[in-house]
């Protein structure tokens, strides 16, 4: 069973206040970007069928074109850079690129964009995975030794230079927010105002959860515990913010009684293993999705530095033990559920 990493909240959950009159919400669904799309619209200039439609082609162009392993373009341009160590990169692709080598590089490389090799050879880049064992030690010394730094991947006049051959970008750790970012545009020019976009637990709020009422709430969301069924805590979001979380329990499996997650720590090549789940609220996605992903790796106590330097200030940390770090941005929205966990205050340098 997926589990989503926030959920809308009804009004009241987390709140002793009495929702106010809001205006009719329509649900809808459908799979993309190997995870379920939860839509929550509220009818406005753009029909509700109209919005549907034009978001899941969104989402249908944007799987097939930023999967590394398909047939759309970054699918191919691996392919050029597996076989001849560099390649040019098309120009629906070169913005997303850029943006996420400077994210890369401003992560320190703990989300690195130039990960694919390492990616495949634990068997996430398909889902579900196919079954088997993790990766010898041997196999993952040999692609950390072939890694470059971030700082080493250049895009010279629309070309890209890898290391040599095998080498693979993986955008996963970004291209959902990159998504996010791009149906915000396209949501906005068509005359969506107000919904909730959910790709998996990702979220992306338009405008208020009452509509265009004169005193419509913001949107409420929770936040679920990685280490339990129900809502850790609420937070308020505004038009444009998106909640990204990273967690331990998506794209998992089992070997020897031993579990692994996905994502990766660019400096061991194994899962990293001191965060369970950190969640980031900004109002660029793309920068949210990679920085969920390097602060986890990052883990306790480190990520705030890391945290401004990827400019990002709203972020929520849980360990593997249930402790719960937040920057002070996060603590000035944030409402816990049912259960007050260990919390500390991180201040950001």
Not at 4 to 28: F, I, K, M, N
Not at 129 to 143: D, I, N, T, V
Request: charged share 20%; with cysteine; net charge negative.
């Amino acid at each position: 069973m997926v589990r989503l990493a926030a959920t809308v909240l009804v009004a009241g959950l987390l709140s002793a206040c009495q929702p106010d009159e809001e205006a009719e919400r329509q649900q809808a669904h459908f799979h993309a970007m190997g995870t379920r799309i939860d839509l929550t619209l509220i009818e406005g200039p753009l029909s509700t069928e109209s919005a549907t439609r034009l978001i899941e082609s969104h989402f249908e162009v944007h799987e097939q074109r930023w999967d590394g392993w398909g047939g759309g373009e970054l699918g191919r341009l691996n392919q050029r850079l597996a076989n001849d160590g560099q390649a040019n990169v098309p120009a629906s692709l070169r913005d997303g690129i850029e943006q996420a080598l400077l994210l890369g590089q401003q992560s320190e490389g703990l989300f690195h964009p130039g990960i694919g090799a390492l990616v495949e050879t634990w068997s996430f880049h398909r889902q579900p995975r196919k079954a088997g064992p993790p990766p010898s030690e041997e196999s993952l010394h040999g692609l950390l030794e072939s890694l470059p730094p971030v700082s080493a991947l250049q895009l010279d006049s629309g070309l890209l230079r890898g290391p040599g051959q095998g080498f693979r970008l993986d955008l996963g750790g970004f291209a959902k927010g990159l998504s996010l970012d791009r149906l915000h545009e396209n949501l906005d020019a068509a005359g969506l105002e107000h919904g909730i976009i959910n790709a998996g637990g990702d979220l992306l709020a338009l405008g208020r959860a009452g509509g265009d009422s004169v005193d419509a709430r913001a949107w409420r969301i929770g936040i679920l515990d990685p280490r339990g069924d129900g809502v850790l805590a609420g937070v308020t979001v505004t038009d444009g913010e998106c909640v990204m979380t990273s967690g331990d329990y998506e794209r998992t499996f089992e070997h020897d009684g031993e579990a692994y997650h996905h994502i990766l720590d660019p400096r061991t090549g194994h899962p990293a293993d001191a965060s369970a789940s950190v969640t980031v609220i900004s109002t660029e996605c793309a920068r949210a999705d990679a920085a969920a992903t390097a602060l986890f790796v990052a883990g306790p106590g480190a990520w705030p530095e890391l945290a401004a330097q990827m400019e990002v200030d709203t972020v929520m940390l849980v360990t593997p033990d249930g402790q719960v770090e937040l920057s002070p941005a996060m603590e000035a929205r944030i409402e816990f559920d049912q259960r007050q966990p260990d919390v500390t205050v991180k201040a950001l340098p």
